[in-house]
C-alpha cells in the first residue's frame, strides 16, 4: 500500500548537499516540500532545480523547507548545482539528497517500475517526478507524479501550498482556478449558515451546498 493524504511521512537519515539530516528534526516546525529527480545532468531537472531556488523568498515567506532529491552521490550532485547555478541564474541553497542507494525513493514510492528505459547505466530503476507537501505535523498533504519528460510547475505547487495553509486557518476551500489575489474562497460544508453569517459576513449560496466569500484579512 503506498502512501496516503494524511499518513505521516515516513523519517529516515540521508545524505544531502547540505550534510546529514534526521528528516522529521530538520523539517520540525515548517511545511516540506520533497520533489524527486531521476537523474543529475538532465535538462528538464535542471530547469525545476532552477526554478525552485528562484522560488526562495517565497518559501521562506511561507514556513516552507524545500528538499530535493536525485539518484546519484554528493560529488555528482555538487558538480550538477554548479551546471544549474551557472545556466538558471539562481542559487541552490537547499539540500539534495544523494540517494544512488535508493533507500528514500523506495521509501516513499518513488521509483519508476512501469518505464523499463528509466534507469541508470548499471539497470538500476530512476525515480519518477513525485512531488510531496508535508504539512509541520508531518502529516502528507498532496502528492503529484510526473512522468519523466514533463517539467513541474512549482507555481502551482506553491499555489496548492497557499490553499492547504489558508485552509487550515480560515476554515475555507479554494475553487478552481484560484490564485489567491482576492479571488472567492468556498465555505467549508463544516461551517453552518449561522457560524458563516459571524464569520464571513455577507457571504454568498450559489448552491445549497456552494457558498463563497471573499477573505478581507
Known amino acids: 500500500m503506498g502512501l496516503r ?13 547540505k550534510g546529514e539530516i534526521e528528516f522529521h528534526k530538520w523539517k520540525q516546525g515548517a511545511w516540506t516540500i520533497l520533489f524527486s529527480h531521476p537523474e543529475d545532468f538532465t535538462p528538464v531537472c535542471t ?11 517565497e ?15 554528493l560529488r555528482s550532485h555538487g558538480a550538477w548545482i554548479s551546471d544549474i547555478q551557472e545556466t538558471q541564474a539562481c542559487s541552490v541553497d537547499f539540500p539534495i539528497i544523494a540517494d544512488a542507494d535508493r533507500k528514500v525513493a523506495t521509501l516513499y514510492d518513488m521509483l519508476d517500475y512501469q518505464d523499463a528505459s528509466n534507469v541508470d547505466r548499471n539497470g538500476m530503476p530512476l525515480t519518477v517526478r513525485s ?6 505535523n508531518n502529516k502528507i498533504r498532496l502528492t503529484m507524479t510526473y512522468p519523466a519528460v514533463t517539467g513541474r ?5 506553491l499555489r496548492a501550498v497557499d490553499s492547504l495553509q489558508l485552509g ?13 489575489k482576492g479571488d472567492e474562497v468556498i465555505i ?17 449560496t450559489v448552491l445549497p451546498y456552494l457558498r463563497t466569500t ?3 484579512d
Do not use: Q
Open 5 to 17: 493524504l494524511g499518513d505521516e511521512a515516513p523519517n529516515f537519515k540521508t545524505e544531502t548537499t
Open 47 to 57: 530547469t525545476e532545480l532552477g526554478a525552485v531556488a528562484r522560488l526562495a523568498p
Open 59 to 73: 518559501w521562506e515567506s511561507r514556513n516552507v523547507k524545500v528538499l530535493g532529491l536525485s539518484c546519484n552521490d
Open 131 to 136: 512531488v510531496f507537501i508535508i504539512d509541520t
Open 153 to 157: 510547475n512549482f507555481t502551482e505547487i
Open 168 to 180: 487550515d486557518a480560515r476554515r475555507i476551500a479554494t475553487p478552481a482556478d484560484w490564485t489567491g
Open 188 to 204: 467549508h460544508n463544516g461551517v453552518s449558515n449561522e457560524e458563516a453569517a459571524k464569520l464571513f459576513p455577507g457571504f454568498k
Open 214 to 216: 471573499k477573505l478581507h
